[in-house]
């Protein structure tokens, strides 16, 4: 079974900085790959889909890399709204099942 | 503009069956590729996805827990049920519904979640 791992699990950064986010898949997923920001007692909001495509109306200081097994979430300059945490997500047709990595929860420094 | 409401339970017993109403507007669980699925979270860990129906009525289901969940759309009442039997402490969570945009592998609207204890 495909797994996605995150890394890191913690990142402490501050306002202003760019950080980079990475979701390794246990195989090759090509770019069937999303990234999702969750706040404390909120639902996931989908930032990223395909590996790079961002979602209408995610700033575009978002950004995402990447294909095969290696990807990447990039926040060029961060903003105070961005502290949360960050989820990859794939769909594995083999057995048919929805993956989300462990998140990466970012805060500030 | 889609919305996802879900209701049900606030608490059940060890052994009970529940039952969560995801209640939608802004699209047709009619049209062709769109899916409703359900993802649970337990307190301060990741999300896990449960099942997902889609508009053709095709159900899959997450392989360790498939023989506990049904999955079912009542189109006329913009509803999506999913009940789990056999309620155990580690059911307990957030449990979120989400609208799979047609004919992709992502969730793109998301209910604000319901939070469900399992607890005699």
């Known amino acids: 079974d495909i797994q996605l791992t995150q890394s890191p699990s913690f990142l402490s950064a501050s306002v202003g900085d760019r950080v980079t986010i990475t979701c390794r898949a246990s195989?090759?997923?090509?770019?069937?790959l999303a990234w999702y920001q969750q706040k404390p007692g909120k639902a996931p909001k989908l930032l990223i889909y395909a590996a790079s495509t961002l979602e209408s109306g995610v700033p575009s200081r978002f950004s995402g890399s990447g294909s095969g097994t290696e990807f990447s979430l990039a926040i060029s300059s961060l903003q105070p709204e961005d502290f949360a945490t960050y989820y990859c997500q794939h769909l594995s047709s083999d057995p048919y099942i929805y993956i989300f990595g462990q998140g990466t929860k970012l805060e500030i420094k | 503009q889609i919305t996802l409401e879900e209701s049900g339970p606030t608490l059940v017993k060890p052994t009970q069956t529940l039952t969560l109403t995801c209640t939608f507007s802004?699209?047709?669980?009619?049209?062709?590729?769109?899916?409703v699925g359900w993802i649970r979270q337990p307190p301060g860990k990741p999300l896990e996805w449960l099942a997902l129906i889609y508009w053709d009525d095709d159900k899959r289901y997450r392989p360790s827990l498939k023989s506990r969940l049904t999955i079912t759309k009542d189109t006329s009442k913009n509803q999506v049920v999913l009940t789990m039997t056999n309620m155990n402490p580690v059911d307990t969570g957030t449990y979120y519904c989400?609208?799979?945009?047609?004919?992709?592998?992502?969730?793109?609207?998301w209910g604000q979640g319901t939070l469900v204890t399992v607890s005699s």
């Open positions: 989400a609208h799979r945009r047609g004919s992709t592998w992502f969730f793109d609207s």
């Open positions: 195989q090759g997923i090509a770019s069937y």
């Open positions: 802004g699209f047709s669980i009619d049209t062709n590729g769109v899916g």
